[in-house]
């Protein structure tokens, strides 16, 4: 029996779980997003006496390591990396598009080999941070940030279908004519976390406590001046 306490603080919405095999037994969520740093710890405090369990029964401590909202990665990846050395436990990295693209496979069920899907998430403006995959998750483009231009998945059009989802296919949309992309939502990933935790549990697939660092794919610059 393995017992993972997953953290997702990279988007809008915050979401702790604590699942069993691959399960979520139970789990919060906080959908205002200046408050995610306040709501991560009591929340886990909540869902471990929900379950019954003890901090000690956990066997691995899973978190969204990014792209997304740069304070919610570092509030996510701090919760998570601390509870890792104060338990002794394994650590757990998983990639926002990758779970996303999970999600998007599942929710479309290609038929056609020339379908590709490209996660997208908002990075302000008419920035995204996303990458492509094909319908087995093997990576087309990886991830990257992108500033969208009418004609910036162009070539990939011309031959595929390419499913488009995420917080920041809207910007997309509204730009793109192209026949041959197609616009879903997805619908909560938070199955596709615990799942894809627990399969990175059986396989041993952990990541540096100590130099384990969130993907923000570009980084972060302040238009504060400095004091």
């Known amino acids: 029996m393995s017992w993972i306490l997953n953290i997702d603080s990279s988007l809008e919405t915050a979401f702790v ?3 069993k095999d691959g399960k979520i037994m139970a789990c919060r969520s906080n959908a205002d997003q200046k408050d995610h740093a306040s709501f991560l710890e009591p929340a886990i405090q909540a869902l471990l006496k929900e379950t019954g369990i003890e901090p000690d029964d956990l066997s691995a401590v899973a978190v969204v390591s ?12 701090a919760s998570a990396k601390g509870l890792c050395y104060a338990l002794n436990k394994p650590l757990i990295l998983l990639n926002n598009l990758e779970l996303l693209s999970i999600g998007a496979i599942g929710e479309y069920k290609p038929t056609d080999a020339n379908t590709l899907f490209c996660p997208m998430i908002d990075a302000r403006r008419m920035e995204v941070f996303t990458a492509v995959y094909d319908q087995h998750l093997n990576i087309i483009e990886p991830p990257h940030s992108l500033v969208l231009q009418p004609l910036s998945y162009n070539d990939l059009l011309k031959e595929n279908t390419v499913v488009f989802f995420g917080n920041g296919t809207a910007k997309w949309n509204s730009i793109c004519s192209d026949k041959n992309a197609r616009f879903i939502g997805v619908n909560d990933k938070n199955d596709v976390v615990s799942q894809s935790s627990f399969q990175k549990l059986v396989t041993q697939s952990f990541n540096s406590v100590a130099y384990a660092q969130p993907l923000y794919i570009k980084e972060f610059y302040s238009t504060q001046s400095p004091s």
């Open 66 to 77: 990014g792209p997304g909202s740069y304070t919610g990665l570092r509030v996510g990846m």
């Open 17 to 19: 779980s604590v699942s």
